[in-house]
């Protein structure tokens, strides 16, 4: 019976061994900068494997349009828990959300990354711009709290720490610690080319909407994150029984299917839901 147990485990674990290394040798070849191969590869191991992990992981280092990419990311983190793509992921959203400007997104993705993925290869790099987005943010606390858990939790590191923290805010630090200059990670990618084209403009039959606000101040800022990405963005009056709505209009649409193609964007990248309506 344990010779049959062992055998049945062998059988359902090769699979998974198989799909490990066509998916590290897919990686390789990003790597290297074989894309072309790469793309190649992936179409055959979209249709073998579907929904992987690995293989959408994969799919996103190589894709052009960020909002994209930032889907693919989400739907590993939020849907394959237990995937070794997961650490690579939360880097990459939060390189995302602090080249859009969101840096309280970013800093919660990247202080979720130093303490549960401690043997991540890029933890020094993670941990130099977690530090950046908390002080971009002006989350002055949440800094301190950061570094403590960086000096505490990584020793062997020298992080680029900027010059205007206190160290001796710091439990345990009186001196200041080495610092060791880095390169600023570069965004994810060129972000907002792809959003909408003036032939796309000129033939507008769709947008979306993306929220309705009894309050300006809130959608206001609301318009301001979804603008940071690079979409054009209109505020709309909307007079009610009672009270004056404030409506945020998103992008300009030839079809219903590109408006909802962008509104699917638009949730990947800022989690931010939005249907189309019709233009006058």
Same mark, same amino acid.
């Given at each position: 019976?344990?010779?049959?147990?062992?055998?049945?485990?062998?059988?359902?674990?090769?699979?998974?061994?198989?799909?490990?290394?066509?998916?590290?040798?897919?990686?390789?070849?990003?790597?290297?900068?074989?894309?072309?191969?790469?793309?190649?590869?992936?179409?055959?191991?979209?249709?073998?494997?579907?929904?992987?992990?690995?293989?959408?992981?994969?799919?996103?280092?190589?894709?052009?349009?960020?909002?994209?990419?930032?889907?693919?990311?989400?739907?590993?983190?939020?849907?394959?828990?237990?995937?070794?793509?997961?650490?690579? =992921?939360?880097?990459?959203?939060?390189?995302?959300?602090? @080249?859009? #400007?969101? &840096?309280?997104?970013? /800093?919660? *993705?990247?202080?979720?990354?130093?303490?549960?993925?401690?043997?991540?290869?890029?933890?020094?790099?993670?941990?130099?711009?977690?530090?950046?987005?908390?002080?971009?943010?002006?989350?002055?606390?949440?800094?301190?709290?950061?570094?403590?858990?960086?000096?505490?939790?990584?020793?062997?590191?020298?992080?680029?720490?900027?010059?205007?923290?206190?160290?001796?805010?710091?439990?345990?630090?009186?001196?200041?610690?080495?610092?060791?200059?880095?390169?600023?990670?570069?965004?994810?990618?060129?972000?907002?080319?792809?959003?909408?084209?003036?032939?796309?403009? =000129?033939?507008?039959?769709?947008?979306?909407?993306?929220? @309705?606000? #009894?309050? &300006?101040?809130?959608? /206001?800022? *609301?318009?301001?994150?979804?603008?940071?990405?690079?979409?054009?963005?209109?505020?709309?009056?909307?007079?009610?029984?009672?009270?004056?709505?404030?409506?945020?209009?998103?992008?300009?649409?030839?079809?219903?299917?590109?408006?909802?193609?962008?509104?699917?964007?638009?949730?990947?990248?800022?989690?931010?839901?939005?249907?189309?309506?019709?233009?006058?």
């Amino acid at each position: 019976m344990k010779r049959i147990s062992a055998a049945l485990i062998l059988v359902l674990l090769l699979p998974l061994s198989i799909i490990s290394q066509d998916v590290d040798g897919l990686l390789d070849l990003i790597e290297s900068g074989k894309i072309d191969s790469a793309t190649s590869i992936i179409s055959e191991l979209s249709y073998t494997y579907p929904g992987n992990p690995g293989v959408r992981y994969a799919r996103a280092l190589i894709q052009q349009d960020a909002l994209v990419a930032a889907g693919l990311y989400k739907d590993i983190v939020r849907n394959h828990p237990n995937s070794p793509y997961v650490a690579g =992921s939360i880097m990459h959203l939060g390189e995302y959300y602090y @080249a859009t #400007g969101l &840096y309280i997104q970013s /800093r919660t *993705l990247l202080a979720r990354l130093v303490r549960e993925y401690p043997d991540y290869p890029e933890i020094l790099n993670a941990g130099n711009l977690l530090l950046r987005a908390g002080l971009a943010a002006r989350q002055m606390d949440r800094v301190y709290e950061d570094l403590e858990t960086l000096l505490q939790e990584y020793p062997q590191y020298s992080f680029d720490i900027p010059t205007e923290l206190d160290l001796t805010r710091v439990r345990g630090r009186s001196q200041p610690a080495p610092v060791q200059a880095s390169p600023t990670p570069a965004p994810l990618r060129s972000l907002g080319s792809d959003v909408q084209t003036n032939d796309n403009l =000129s033939r507008a039959a769709f947008t979306l909407q993306a929220g @309705a606000f #009894g309050n &300006y101040s809130n959608a /206001r800022r *609301l318009a301001d994150q979804i603008e940071a990405i690079g979409y054009t963005v209109r505020i709309s009056e909307r007079p009610t029984a009672n009270r004056t709505l404030y409506v945020i209009m998103v992008g300009e649409y030839s079809s219903r299917e590109a408006a909802l193609s962008g509104s699917d964007m638009l949730e990947a990248a800022l989690g931010i839901e939005s249907f189309p309506i019709a233009m006058d």
